[in-house]
């Protein structure tokens, strides 16, 4: 079965440690994946997507088809940081998503 | 350009009724997807509209229906409203063409049933 696990729901850090939020995925053929972030009280958008190979807001993201893992990345977590991050997977080249459940990310001063 | 808007913002219904939200894709998208977030849950897969015809469907009952209008605008309606439909309703739109692209996310509806 198509899959994501995101097996933090919190993951707190110190301003200026590294950061790596965790997801595993369960997908038959090659996936594309994406990570998306709420911000408090805004809305839900696109952080990055593995093909674009961008790094935005200094998070990097590398698909690791051995281990079946995006995890996300930064090496210095700001307060801005703080939000909420989701992994998401398209099923089968369309736009039915299968998000994971969600890592809530605390950056403390 | 304009995000995605989704009316109204709050709504409370009581078990038994039926409830009809509203989703305002960007101008020029296509597809309109539709998901439920609940702290159990989190966010699931409802059903995805592409030029007034649904393209895809996630595991909800029959009560869960929508439709897509010529101008890309998208209403789902949930009938015989029970305790667990009380979530938020997302709404996200995209251009919807070949192979998958970013999905614009509304946002939501928060429906609450007594």
């Known amino acids: 079965a198509q899959r994501v696990t995101q097996p933090e729901k919190l993951l707190s850090v110190f301003k200026g440690a590294p950061v790596e939020l965790k997801c595993n995925y369960s997908y038959s053929g090659s996936p594309e994946l994406f990570w998306y972030v709420q911000y408090s009280r805004q809305r839900l958008q696109l952080l990055l997507r593995h093909i674009s190979r961008e790094s935005i807001k200094g998070f990097t993201a590398d698909l690791n088809k051995g281990e079946t893992s995006f995890h996300l990345k930064k090496p210095f977590a700001q307060e801005e940081d703080s939000a909420m991050y989701y992994c998401?997977?398209?099923?089968?080249?369309?736009?039915?998503?299968?998000f994971g459940t969600g890592t809530r990310l605390k950056v403390l001063a | 350009k304009a995000g995605v808007t989704q009316t109204p913002r709050y709504l409370i219904k009581t078990r038994g009724q039926q409830v009809t939200l509203s989703c305002s894709p960007i101008?020029?998208?296509?597809?309109v997807s539709w998901y439920q977030q609940t702290p159990g849950q989190g966010l699931q897969f409802l059903f995805e509209y592409f030029s007034e015809t649904q393209r895809n469907k996630g595991n909800f009952p029959g009560r869960f229906s929508g439709r897509q209008f010529s101008n890309s605008r998208s209403e789902m309606n949930v009938s015989t409203l029970e305790l667990g439909d009380s979530a938020l309703y997302l709404c996200a739109s995209s251009g919807g063409l070949a192979g998958v692209g970013e999905q614009y996310f509304g946002p939501g509806t928060r429906l609450t049933v007594t």
């Open positions: 998401a997977l398209p099923t089968s080249g369309t736009y039915k998503y299968i």
């Open positions: 101008s020029g998208h296509r597809s």
